[in-house]
Each structure stands twice: as C-alpha cells, then as structure tokens.
C-alpha cells in the first residue's frame, strides 16, 4: 500500500495513535497490533493513492489549460474525459476520508484495550431413570406381519 505518499489524515492518525505514520505502519505488523490501527492504516494507504490521482488529474488539467500553449491542441472530450475521471476520484477520496473519520471518531482510546469475554458453559447434570425415558414403540422391534 501507499506508505510514502502523505495523505490529507495523517496528522488526524498521528493524534489518535500518538505516533507518525512510518511508526504506526511498523507497530501495525506486530501480533499485538489492534485492528482498529491495521483497518485505519488501510483505509489511510487507499486515502493516499486517491490524492494521488486527484492531484495527477489536476497537474494534467492544469497544463491542458496552460495560456502558452498552443490552443488547436485544446480538446473538449479530453477535457470531459479528465472531468468525469476527477469526479470520481474527489467521490473516492472523500468517501476514504469520511470512513477513516468515522474509525476514528469511534474506536475505543489506544490505551483502552479490550478484554476477553469470559463466558460460563451451562451443563445438563440431572439423569432420568431408565423406566423415565420410554423408548419409541418399534425401537429396535421387528415388524409384525399382518395375516
């Protein structure tokens, strides 16, 4: 994943989990990891390669439009093509965001670690006698023949 390339939640990242994002990446390997840091550095990683592609359509648009260049290079469908190609990276983008907020907002403090559940397994202890339990009417029984 995008582990060099910054991205626009890596100070709201280093402020939840109190370390920079290169620690957090390497903390995340271990087997004590939590998984709310391994699915927020996920999350981080498809962040940063969507800003990625928001900037490269962008520079591209950018230079597209540059006012030195020569204007019968100008076309309107790369342009539309580029425009559409920007909508859904900006809907990418911001729908990684919102999820890496959300995670954020709503995972417990990193020093609050969770607990296992004990849980207490019921067991039958009563037995019936024998004469309790009736066992079915042909239970083992050959079938009578009918004159």
């Known amino acids: 994943m995008s582990r060099v390339k910054a991205s626009t939640m890596d100070g709201d990242l280093q402020k939840v989990f109190?370390?920079?994002?290169?620690?957090?990446?390497?903390a995340a390997v271990g087997h004590d990891a939590s998984p709310a840091l391994a699915r927020a550095l996920e999350l981080r990683s498809f962040l940063a390669?969507?800003?990625?592609?928001?900037?490269?359509?962008?520079?591209?648009?950018?230079?597209?439009?540059d006012?030195?260049?020569?204007?019968?290079?100008?076309?309107a469908d790369k342009l539309?093509?580029?425009?559409?190609?920007?909508?859904?990276?900006?809907?990418a983008r911001d729908g990684y965001r919102a999820a890496l907020g959300e995670l954020l907002r709503t995972?417990?403090?990193?020093?609050?670690r969770p607990r296992p559940v004990r849980t207490t397994q019921l067991r039958a202890t009563a037995t019936l006698p024998p004469?309790?339990?009736?066992a079915p009417q042909r239970a083992g029984a050959a079938r009578a023949?009918?004159?």
């Open 49 to 65: 390669l969507t800003e990625e592609q928001v900037a490269r359509v962008r520079d591209r648009v950018h230079a597209d439009m």
């Open 131 to 134: 004469s309790a339990a009736p």
């Open 107 to 112: 995972m417990p403090p990193p020093d609050q």
């Open 80 to 91: 539309r093509f580029d425009a559409q190609w920007l909508e859904a990276a900006l809907d």
């Open 67 to 75: 006012p030195d260049r020569d204007m019968g290079e100008l076309s």
């Open 145 to 147: 023949r009918r004159p």
């Open 18 to 26: 109190g370390n920079p994002v290169p620690e957090l990446y390497e």
